[in-house]
């Protein structure tokens, strides 16, 4: 094997890589209804496709070319995994179901967290079920916090597509009259 087809072989891999991770991160632009990225992801990502895929095609007496670009897509999926997972791209909805609600209510708010709580009854009799919503990157803080406060909680996390923006205001509460005081 000579060293122009192992520097090909390398380009290979390390252009596959590039692609099979933009084209993680464009589907999660997708999920996320971020189209505009996705749009310029997707076209950089299938240029990158082309021009290998053309190498590799038009090279078939190197079969270690169609080997590095399998080992270039598989480490690609690794790599954008990796990346999406740096990025936290979202929100993500927190419920964490606990005994100790009032301690760990306060608890995260003092942390920064809008928390809204629910009095429920379980198996085991009476417990809350704490709400909160934040960037995907401070999640983990948050469970951090719930798991300090109360060991024996119960928590889920959904990826929020799309939220009123309601919740981050931070204006004044407006007074508004009810049917009964216009009256």
């Keep these: 094997m000579t060293w122009d087809v192992i520097g090909t072989c390398a380009l290979i891999i390390c252009a596959r890589i590039g692609d099979v991770s933009l084209g993680t991160i464009r589907t999660v632009f997708i999920l996320r209804g971020r189209r505009a990225l996705a749009v310029l992801l997707g076209f950089f990502e299938v240029l990158i496709w082309v021009t290998v895929v053309?190498?590799?095609?038009?090279?078939?007496?190197?079969?270690?070319y169609a080997v590095s670009y399998a080992l270039g897509f598989a480490s690609g999926n690794y790599v954008g995994m990796v990346i999406e997972h740096w990025l936290a791209i979202g929100h993500q909805a927190l419920r964490v179901f606990s005994r100790r609600s009032v301690q760990l209510a306060e608890s995260l708010r003092n942390a920064g967290y809008h928390v809204t709580e629910f009095a429920g009854t379980g198996r085991d009799?009476?417990?809350?079920?704490?709400?909160?919503e934040s960037?995907?990157?401070?999640?983990?803080?948050a469970i951090r916090i719930a798991e300090r406060v109360d060991p024996d909680c119960f928590y889920v996390i959904d990826d929020v597509r799309?939220?009123?923006s309601a919740s981050m205001r931070t204006t004044?509460?407006?007074v508004v009259a009810t049917r009964t005081q216009r009256k």
Aim: hydrophobic fraction near 35%.
């Design 54 to 64: 053309s190498k590799v095609i038009s090279n078939l007496n190197h079969p270690i």
């Design 125 to 132: 009799g009476p417990i809350t079920l704490l709400y909160t």
């Design 135 to 141: 960037a995907r990157r401070d999640v983990a803080d």
């Design 162 to 164: 799309s939220a009123s």
């Design 172 to 174: 004044t509460p407006r």
